[in-house]
């Protein structure tokens, strides 16, 4: 069937985020949100992930949307409605549908949702969340199979953070990137990305702690702020490893649209040189390296 | 008698190199280091449309005499890729037979067997001797996966673009993890 729409046009996007439990679906998540938030993107989160109580979406993003059942089918129907929405309404939107047996895993079995919303030209970007653990590509070939759920924007996020202190990445990952399920995909226009590790994250995300708050040396009231360390460690993941190892390499069109970095790099582009503070970040440098990705989705 | 030793390297020749295989690929299966090497230094791949022409003039040709395309020239370098990895495979489990009669042998740690001279008991002699030893125990190795093996992106039957997309994302991960593993991993201390 051909598509409506062209492949480097802005779409509204729907990021699904899959994984096997305790991959870091939601750090994943909740690190993207708050980063695109801090960068000007408005999108609405979808918190479907019903059994992951202790960290949820809900508790880092008020403005969190979730059914109001945690019945399966209540929420596969809830799922199906937020869709709709979506296609009539034209914004962009993240999903966090846990791990496990899921709705939506029902739900494509029933309908090719890809296929269905794509057609009314919404990107569906799909995030598999993996660790370095062979298991970890089962929902990735699971989903493959029979293109059950496998959009050309599909994004494989390797999770630093489950590697053992200690070990390489290279190493820790070192199957996992040779097996026929990556290869698969990665020839069909796949993106393969590494999310940084962020040694304390336990440490934030167990204050319920935004990242710009956390390093701020901010405190929940009763709470307690990070160490100084922890506070310089989070400054450099947010500030330096987040944007140039892991955004700058997924395609801008991939993600929501980061109006205040686009926004940044056209001042800086007509503007004067500026100075730099000594040991400072200047947003335009940031935003040059995200603003500027001219990669399309293939 | 000349002549015999002649005419038994005609035969070899031809028993080692068949004419079933063009003069291109007995080529490149020759020159497969340099060239690779020579492609890893630019990073742009083998251009073989430039690179017929020059096939050409040497008078290298594709199984049917004629002179090679870009296709019949890619082709061919893939059959050479998989003959370097069949050749490598196969020197793997010779060297691994060898080690596992060495291991076999229950003789192998007698000083009859040992390499090399051993004087008297100096001290570097002496570490030269449990060095000798150790290399002599040798447990059977697993076959080494050297430079020919294929990457995902030579495998036959890819499109132009599945072969970009593999490569450069594959290769842009390997460039990743050696800049980003470079700060995690301690260096070797190199006092030691």
Same mark, same amino acid.
């Given at each position: ?28 998540? *909740? ?41 399966? @089918? ?94 390489? *990445? ?41 990242? @710009?708050?956390?390093? *701020?040396? =901010? ?5 307690? &702020? =990070?160490?100084?360390? *922890? ?13 140039? =190892? ?17 926004? &940044? ?34 | 008698?000349?002549? #015999? +030793? ?14 079933? +295989?063009?003069?291109?690929?007995? %080529?490149?299966?020759?020159? /497969? #280091? ?36 870009? $296709?019949?020239?890619?082709?061919? %370098? ?5 003959? +370097? ?12 037979? $060898? ?45 080494? $996966? ?17 072969? /970009? ?17 470079? /700060? ?9």
């Amino acid at each position: 069937m051909e598509r409506k729409y062209s492949s480097d046009e802005r779409l509204p996007i729907l990021m699904i985020v899959v994984g096997r439990q305790r991959v870091g679906k939601t750090s994943f998540l *909740n690190t993207t949100a708050q980063f695109l938030r801090a960068h000007g993107a408005e999108f609405q989160i979808w918190d479907a992930d019903k059994m992951n109580t202790t960290y949820n979406m809900s508790i880092f993003h008020q403005d969190a949307r979730q059914p109001q059942s945690l019945d399966p @089918e209540d929420i596969k129907e809830w799922l199906e409605e937020k869709f709709m929405e979506l296609v009539a309404e034209r914004y962009d939107a993240m999903l966090d549908i846990g791990g496990g047996d899921t709705p939506l895993a029902r739900l494509v079995q029933d309908v090719p949702i890809v296929s269905t919303l794509e057609n009314e030209g919404v990107r569906v970007v799909l995030v598999h969340v993996i660790g370095p653990e062979l298991a970890d590509l089962d929902y990735l070939e699971r989903f493959a199979e029979d293109e059950l759920l496998a959009p050309d924007a599909t994004l494989i996020v390797m999770n630093s953070g489950l590697v053992l202190s200690g070990r390489s *990445n290279e190493v820790a990952f070192a199957d996992i990137v040779r097996q026929p399920a990556i290869s698969a995909v990665v020839r069909k226009g796949a993106r393969v990305v590494t999310m940084p590790r962020l040694n304390c994250m336990s440490q934030v995300t167990d204050r319920g702690l935004m990242f @710009e708050d956390a390093m *701020n040396g =901010l405190a929940k009231p009763g709470g307690t &702020a =990070l160490t100084l360390f *922890n506070r310089v460690r989070v400054r450099q993941w947010w500030e330096g490893e987040l944007p140039e =190892l892991f955004f700058e390499k997924i395609p801008s069109l991939w993600l929501p649209e980061m109006r205040l970095r686009q926004e &940044a790099s056209n001042v800086l582009a007509v503007g004067e040189p500026r100075r730099r503070g000594k040991g400072t970040r200047s947003s335009g440098e940031v935003s040059g390296a995200l603003g500027q990705d001219t990669q399309s989705a293939p | 008698m000349s002549s #015999d +030793r002649k005419g038994k390297e005609r035969i070899l020749q031809m028993v080692a190199r068949p004419k079933v +295989r063009s003069s291109l690929f007995w %080529w490149l299966l020759e020159n /497969h #280091d340099e060239l690779v090497e020579a492609e890893g230094e630019a990073g742009l791949g083998l251009r073989w449309g430039e690179l017929c022409v020059e096939f050409a003039e040497l008078g290298l040709s594709d199984v049917n005499g004629k002179a090679a395309t870009d $296709q019949t020239a890619q082709k061919t %370098w893939w059959r050479v890729r998989k003959e +370097r990895a069949r050749l490598a495979a196969r020197r793997a489990a010779a060297d691994a037979e $060898q080690a596992a009669k060495r291991a076999a042998n229950p003789r192998r740690n007698m000083p009859s067997q040992w390499r090399g001279t051993y004087g008297p008991a100096l001290a570097e002699e002496t570490s030269g001797r449990s060095h000798a030893v150790a290399s002599t125990s040798t447990e059977v190795v697993p076959a080494r $996966q050297g430079g020919s093996t294929i990457e995902p992106w030579e495998e036959e039957g890819l499109t132009d673009e599945e072969r /970009h997309n593999l490569k450069t994302q594959l290769l842009g991960l390997r460039a990743e993890f050696r800049r980003t593993d470079k /700060h995690n991993i301690p260096k070797p201390n190199k006092r030691l």
